[in-house]
């Protein structure tokens, strides 16, 4: 029988490793205009994030938003939505995604209690949906359509 790899790799899928974390979530690196940042995959969080804190370091642009975000134990947070950016999971690459900006101090605070690195932001459903995403869990490996 073929290995899940060779089978995806026919289907024009590209393997993006992923590394657990101390508070076992997967991690990834990814690119939002042209910049590499450290991001959790979560296959809960409905929309593609990054942090206020981060919004110079990837060169984003935003307007208002009446949505309030919650997750990770915060409700009714305030958001910001950034447009047209251009995000790069190892070949995979989009030019015009959409990206919802809010306050990750709590994740990073909750991360970093628990010895874990900080990150930049989270990787969504909605870049999973767009790249047909396969998480393989015994591989700690994410396999995007290009």
Known sequence: MSSLKKF????N??????????????ELTAKIN?????????????NTCVGFDRIDFFKLTYQ???IKAAGAGATNMQTLISTKNR???GKWKSKKSKIVLFDLVHVNEALTAHKALPVDGII???ILKK????????KSCLYVRL
């Open 8 to 11: 995806l790799q026919k289907k």
């Open 13 to 26: 899928y590209a393997k993006i490793p992923l590394v657990i974390t101390a508070t076992n979530h997967f």
């Open 34 to 46: 042209g910049i590499t940042g450290r991001f959790i995959l979560d296959t809960g969080a409905s």
């Open 64 to 66: 208002e938003s009446d």
């Open 87 to 89: 995000i790069e999971i």
């Open 124 to 126: 969504g459903a909605d």
């Open 131 to 138: 790249t047909k995403a396969i998480i393989d869990y015994n």
